[in-house]
């Protein structure tokens, strides 16, 4: 099998001109990529205790210092462990062990103005000292308090099968709200998916529906404008951003969003799927796909 393996991926990795360089690192090999002059593309494959593989893909500074790149590569620990947090994602949501994702905006943030050893340096090679000047501008009070009302983005597989012909999965994804405010008006937006995606695993290879009120855009940022202009910054950065804010006219944006007035949702499924590899079919590739717009009046959309 390997061998066969090999041989069809010879065909595209000379068709595309990717030659990676292999390198070792801390013993682990490394398949580097490189993408221009300041990055690359780097694969690992490092065995784990029970045996099995655990691949590693990464975008890196070519400027990124060893101690930065253990931590990509999971051969150090962070100072900040994630794990009770990923812990009670898993729990609460009882998604499948190794499958839970997040972003925590106070997170990311709070990573952003970290003065010594900065992620965020290392990893673009900030040689104008930009993160340097951003921890010093006295601003991270104040975008801290704007992180905080971020919502968390968690993801997890509640479901995962491999069998002989095919693949089921359920994948979740949610928003978590501490601010009620916040967690009002987004509960304007929410649309309409139709019965084929939401009860449709049998009939369906894949499928996907955005259920979204789109009429709500424009009063929306509208109350962000709003909350935002109402706001006290003591960051001068931020003071600027509010004069700006304060000149939008909110009857631009209802313009702008008006021609998507009424639409409640989009939605597709892909409900079948051949590959002819005959070569009288010159390798065709046959498909049915349903595609549908949810509105209030679909003859006026």
């Not at 491999?162 to 009002?184: G, P, Y």
């Not at 008006?185 to 979204?212: D, K």
């Not at 935002?228 to 600027?240: A, G, M, V, Y």
Request: hydrophobic share 40%.
């Amino acid at each position: 099998m390997s061998r066969h393996c090999g041989k069809y991926w010879s065909k595209p990795k000379k068709k595309s001109a990717l030659q990676p360089k292999h390198e070792f690192f801390e013993g682990v090999q490394l398949r580097v990529y490189p993408m221009s002059n300041k990055y690359q593309f780097v694969v690992s494959m490092q065995t784990m205790q029970e045996g099995q593989k655990l691949a590693t893909l990464s975008l890196m500074s070519n400027t990124i210092d060893s101690r930065q790149k253990k931590l990509i590569l999971g051969l150090a620990q962070p100072g900040q462990s994630v794990l009770s947090k990923v812990n009670k994602i898993q729990q609460e949501n009882q998604y499948l062990p190794l499958s839970v994702n997040f972003l925590d905006f106070q997170l990311l943030v709070s990573s952003l103005f970290q003065a010594k050893d900065n992620p965020w340096a290392e990893l673009f090679g900030d040689q104008d000292q930009f993160f340097a000047n951003l921890a010093a501008s006295n601003c991270e009070a104040d975008i801290n308090k704007i992180a905080a009302k971020m919502p968390r983005i968690i993801a997890g597989y509640k479901h995962y099968q491999v069998h002989e012909q095919n693949v089921s999965m359920e994948l979740q994804a949610l928003m978590e709200l501490t601010d009620q405010a916040f967690k009002t008006e987004l509960h304007r937006f929410r649309g309409f998916i139709p019965e084929y995606v939401r009860h449709g695993a049998e009939e369906n290879i894949l499928s996907l529906g955005l259920g979204v009120n789109f009429s709500q855009f424009s009063p929306f940022l509208t109350y962000l404008s709003k909350v935002f202009r109402e706001s006290t910054f003591q960051c001068e950065q931020l003071k600027d951003i509010q004069k700006n804010v304060a000149e939008f006219n909110p009857m631009m944006l209802a313009m702008m969003t008006g021609v998507v007035d009424g639409i409640q949702g989009v939605s597709f499924a892909l409900q079948d799927f051949t590959l002819n590899t005959d070569k009288e079919k010159n390798n065709t590739i046959d498909y049915s796909v349903l595609l549908s717009l949810s509105a209030y009046e679909p003859l006026k959309v």
